[in-house]
Structure formats: structure tokens, C-alpha cells
């Protein structure tokens, strides 16, 4: 990949707020702790800056903003809509881009939120109490960890969207609410794709805790008429994920010299997505189609498919370097998830990135300053 598509797609991501040459920023490692404070001022249709009263058209919540695909999402959308505000609530957890977080809030129509959204429903009222739109990324999603502490994951997931739902339910000001599921919900497939309509049957806690508020989701849609889209993404990708999925944990393990964990035997198949794409599947479809997207289910996904081990060696053949070990495998492992995306394909988007593309682009941000 050459210079010039590198700082293209620094460009479109909006990451000139971070240093993506910086290897702990990138990927995770040590992070230096930060104080947070609680920023918040009413939105409303119009601010006043130091005098200068300024309009927006949109007042826009975004849930779990500063997490690994909110922040991607958020860094584009500051940046390409001044005329939208957004308030990003988080809790800050142990996977957050806090410094990304700090360098949006340089911006004006950007305010930032410290609040854990499953457990303050009575002050998430009052933020949202002008907002027209809400974009829910808000979601612990580590299945390992979900193995371990299956109840935490519940309570945090499903009460923290289900208030947000509150929200929707009792603020008529709120016209779109998208929420990012995952392609989890549906379980092993075991031939074919799974279309939008397919059963949902997951088979760990995190999986589960999504497929609830995918449930819950088509219940306030029935109960109260509210107009909600889900979004289905599968295996996302790219710079500030934390290292506990399979991508960055193996290019963390490969700068850090240590062997690379693989699961079994490593046969277990999964398809990956670029973070700048599920960012611009969410533009499709809240944007730029959102008359004709209310009260639907979208499949977003990538077409390059792999085994665990086998994509292991190709981030080892990208990187130059890489040892292997196998270790136990995890309480039960999904054979292989496969989802149908023709319905957002109907929509005109498609991935732009693919996977040795986009892994081919991680090591180049790695490895060489971008002038």
C-alpha cells in the first residue's frame, strides 16, 4: 500500500487526533490512567458560544463513543457533520480511548458524558431530554471475559440499552435510534448465510446478552410503535481496538516477542470487517437512507473468511515474524458464523477494505510515520 492511500485513509478516519504511529495507542498495551471529570451542558437546538449562538440540525447520543467502533465513528462524524452535536456517554472502562476522547473535546459540537448508562436511568432522561437521535455501541464484548463473569455482562448490556430504550420511549423528540448488535446472535452456521429474519440462537453470554436486547428491541417495537434499526456487524477490526480479540491480540504478541495463543486446533471460521467500513455502513444507513432503514435488521459484513490459525499465519507473514502456541479451548467455540449482506448491499454499500489490506494497513501505521 502506498503512501498516498495511507494518508488517504488517515484522512477518512479522522484520526489525525491521535498519534496512530504511537504502537500503545494502537493497539492497547499499557495506557497511562486518566482522571476523568463529568462533562455535561444541556443540549438543546441551539448553544451559545461565548456570545455566538450556533444551530444544529441533529442532537445525537452516542452510547459507549469510547469504546474501539465508537470512537472510529465518532472521530469521522465530528469531523465530516459540524451541524450535527454529539454527546458521547461512557463509563470509561478498561477498553475506553480516553485520549481520543479528550482531543474530540476541542471540538464545539462535541460534548462528552461520564456515566454508566445500566445504572442511572433518572440523569440519562435528563441528557437526552433534546436529543433527536441515539446511536447505541454500548456493549461489553469480550467472550472470554463473558465466560467468566456471565451475570455482569448481563446486567451491564441488556439494562444499559434498555434504558436507553426508556429514553426513546418517553422522549418524543427522539426520531432514529440505531443499534449495533453482532452477527454472534445467530450462532454456529453450518451451511449457507444467515439472513436478517434467521432464528437467533447464541451459544456463550456475550452472545446472548445482545440477542435479549435484539429481543427487547422488537418488543418496544411492537409495544409502544418506536422506530429502532439494528445493525449485525461480524469480526470488526483496526487501529485502538484493545488486544483481546484474535487481530490485535496476535500483532500485540508479535511486538512484544511472546508466543501467540491459539484456541483448539484453530479451525474455527470467521469473516472480519475493517473499522472504517462498519463506520461508513452506519453513515448508508442512518444518513443517507434513514426513511427507508426505520425498524429494520442489517447484515454488515466482510468477505474474506478464515480459520483462526490460518489467519494467525497471515498476520505472522504480514508482520515478518510470529510464534504460535496452542492452548485449551474455550467452554464451546463457534464452529463458524456467516451472515447474508445483500439487504445493506441493496442500500449501495459494500466493504472497500480487504482483510490483507487492511492488516497490510495496520502494520504500515505501526511501522512508519505518515508525513
Given at each position: ?53 450556533v444551530s444544529f440540525d441533529k442532537r445525537i447520543v452516542v452510547s459507549g463513543g469510547a469504546g474501539f467502533i465508537g470512537i472510529h465513528f ?14 458521547c456517554i461512557d463509563k470509561l472502562n478498561y477498553a475506553s480511548n480516553a485520549t481520543e476522547i479528550e482531543n474530540l473535546k476541542s471540538f ?264
Amino acid at each position: 500500500m502506498c503512501k498516498e492511500q495511507l494518508n488517504f485513509f488517515r484522512c477518512v478516519f479522522s484520526l489525525s487526533y491521535v498519534d496512530i504511529t504511537d504502537r500503545n495507542i494502537l493497539w492497547g498495551e499499557k495506557k497511562k490512567k486518566h482522571k476523568h471529570k463529568l462533562y455535561y451542558t444541556q443540549t438543546t437546538s441551539q448553544l451559545d458560544l461565548k456570545g455566538m449562538t450556533v444551530s444544529f440540525d441533529k442532537r445525537i447520543v452516542v452510547s459507549g463513543g469510547a469504546g474501539f467502533i465508537g470512537i472510529h465513528f465518532l472521530c469521522y462524524m465530528v469531523k465530516k457533520y459540524p451541524n450535527f452535536h454529539f454527546t458521547c456517554i461512557d463509563k470509561l472502562n478498561y477498553a475506553s480511548n480516553a485520549t481520543e476522547i479528550e482531543n474530540l473535546k476541542s471540538f464545539s459540537n462535541f460534548e462528552f458524558v461520564h456515566l454508566d448508562l445500566s445504572d442511572n436511568l433518572e440523569y440519562l432522561l435528563k441528557i437526552t431530554k433534546n436529543t433527536t437521535d441515539i446511536i447505541n455501541f454500548a456493549a461489553e464484548s469480550s467472550v472470554d471475559r463473558s465466560f467468566k463473569d456471565p451475570v455482569y455482562f448481563t446486567k451491564n448490556n441488556i439494562l444499559a440499552t434498555q434504558n436507553l430504550l426508556e429514553c426513546h420511549r418517553l422522549n418524543p423528540s427522539i426520531g432514529y435510534f440505531l443499534h449495533i448488535s453482532t452477527d454472534e446472535v445467530y450462532g454456529d452456521v453450518y451451511e449457507g448465510d444467515n439472513k436478517e429474519n434467521a432464528v437467533m440462537n447464541p451459544t456463550n453470554p456475550y452472545s446472548a446478552s445482545k440477542a435479549a436486547i435484539d429481543l427487547i428491541i422488537k418488543s418496544y417495537q411492537y409495544s409502544y410503535k418506536l422506530p429502532i434499526t439494528i445493525l449485525r456487524p461480524n469480526n470488526v477490526y483496526g487501529p485502538l481496538q484493545y488486544p483481546e480479540k484474535i487481530i490485535p491480540l496476535t500483532i500485540q504478541c508479535i511486538n512484544e516477542k511472546k508466543p501467540i495463543p491459539v484456541h483448539g486446533k484453530g479451525t474455527n471460521k470467521r469473516k472480519y470487517l475493517y473499522v472504517l467500513d462498519i463506520v461508513l455502513a452506519i453513515e448508508t444507513v442512518w444518513i443517507k437512507n434513514p426513511m427507508t432503514t426505520v425498524n429494520q435488521i442489517y447484515n454488515i459484513g466482510g468477505t474474506d473468511e478464515l480459520d483462526n490459525l490460518s489467519l494467525i499465519k497471515l498476520i505472522m507473514e504480514i508482520f515478518g515474524r510470529g510464534e504460535i502456541q496452542f492452548i485449551k479451548d474455550r467452554n464451546y467455540n463457534d464452529t463458524n458464523y456467516s451472515i447474508d449482506t445483500t439487504k445493506i448491499h441493496n442500500l449501495g454499500w459494500s466493504p472497500k477494505i480487504s482483510l490483507v489490506q487492511g492488516l497490510q494497513l495496520c502494520k504500515q501505521l505501526l511501522d512508519s510515520p505518515i508525513e
